[in-house]
């Protein structure tokens, strides 16, 4: 039997505040449970499975040769799915962007270079 965490351990493995880990799990970002009192709780397996599997905006530009302000454009418009760390900060799950990129999706704007 796998071992069940709180949301503060959860929070704690993952570097990031209860309030995110509780809207990853509302959004079914991280898979959860709820005790019979209705506290969330989460595998620990598969919270340390999450960790690293979001990429930064930088990543994703790099991933669709665009610019990370468009990354950032796409997030706002809603055609990137994201979440928001305790500092403000998106993060795109990496599983849902390169399922995007492989379906082509998203209308990709080159970066222009000066030369």
């Known amino acids: 039997m796998t071992e069940l965490i709180t949301t503060g351990q959860a929070a704690a493995l993952l570097g990031v505040s209860t309030h995110t ?15 019979p009192g209705g506290q969330l709780r989460f595998s620990a397996d598969l ?9 930064t905006p930088g990543q994703v530009a790099e991933l669709f040769g665009v610019s990370p302000q468009r990354v950032g ?5 809603g055609k990137l799915p994201h ?12 599983a849902l962007v390169e399922q995007i990129h492989a379906a082509g999706h998203l209308p990709l704007r080159r970066r222009r270079r000066d030369g």
Not at 47 to 55: D, E
């Open 21 to 35: 880990v509780s809207r990853w799990a509302k959004s079914g970002l991280i898979p959860s449970c709820r005790t």
């Open 47 to 55: 919270v340390t499975g999450v960790r690293g599997r979001f990429l």
């Open 73 to 77: 454009v796409w997030a706002r418009e």
């Open 83 to 94: 979440v928001t760390t305790a500092g403000g900060h998106r993060r795109f799950p990496a």
